[in-house]
């Protein structure tokens, strides 16, 4: 069965950078989410989308923005990068009919130097 | 404080045993409760899905919810080495796009 797909798996910037990271949800789900994975932690919500409209906004700094697109995949934009920064950065996705069920792609290992 | 609350463990149990996991939570609002399964370096893996409180049973999988406790479990019958992972228990509060609060994750290791 198809899966959530992000790119890049792997990433590494220099602090100050900016980077895209990109999710494509599982066909036929309309709702996206973004979550942020430091080591050791739990995943933070950073933020969601519906129909290509925001949905939810959690824990996402200003630096940080988002958008859904017409093809339903997601990009984060990371602008000013800091070294905290470093973490897995996974995006979710779930149908419409059954909103409840959040499936997680496997991630991108974002690494700021 | 968290809003949920898991022990991160680690724990080591030998092939065969039954293992309880388990959350505490303190937002009365939360509904959905679910259990993902994370393989290191990978992504969390949806194991279970419960709504309010009662039993679900899947394979060599139960899970509880006591929403008058505020605790839910996860029961493994017959561990199997495969079953070595971090087990996050998450919940969910309200209808629409529902963001996800994850406990901190127990590292579960079976041994043969």
């Known amino acids: 069965a198809a899966g959530v797909i992000q790119s890049p798996r792997h990433l590494i910037k220099e602090k100050r950078e900016t980077a895209t990271l990109k999710c494509y949800p599982i066909?036929?789900?309309?709702?996206v989410y973004w979550y942020q994975q430091g080591p050791g932690q739990d995943p933070q919500f950073l933020i969601s989308?519906?129909?290509?409209?925001?949905?939810d906004k959690g824990s996402i700094p200003d630096r940080f923005s988002a958008q859904q697109f017409s093809d339903y995949h997601s990009e984060l934009n990371m602008s000013s990068l800091e070294l905290g920064d470093s973490a897995l950065y996974f995006c979710?996705?779930?149908?419409?009919?059954?909103?409840?069920?959040?499936?997680f792609g496997p991630g991108t290992r974002l690494l700021v130097l | 404080q968290k809003e949920v609350e898991q022990d991160p463990g680690p724990l080591s149990v030998p092939e065969g045993a039954i293992v309880s996991l388990n959350c505490t939570y303190s937002?009365?609002?939360?509904?959905?409760f679910m259990w993902y399964r994370q393989y290191s370096r990978k992504g969390p893996e949806l194991l279970m899905y419960?709504?309010?409180?009662g039993n679900k049973e899947d394979g060599r999988f139960t899970a509880q919810v006591d929403k008058s406790s505020k605790y839910i479990s996860l029961f493994i019958r017959d561990s199997q080495p495969s079953d070595s992972a971090t087990y996050l228990c998450?919940?969910?509060?309200?209808?629409?796009?529902?963001?996800?609060?994850f406990g901190q994750g127990t590292r579960l290791t079976i041994n043969p």
């Open positions: 979710a996705s779930s149908p419409t009919r059954d909103l409840k069920t959040q499936y």
């Open positions: 066909p036929r789900h309309d709702t």
């Open positions: 989308f519906y129909e290509k409209m925001q949905s």
């Open positions: 937002n009365s609002a939360f509904q959905y």
């Open positions: 419960t709504y309010s409180s």
């Open positions: 998450a919940m969910s509060a309200i209808q629409g796009a529902q963001k996800l609060v």
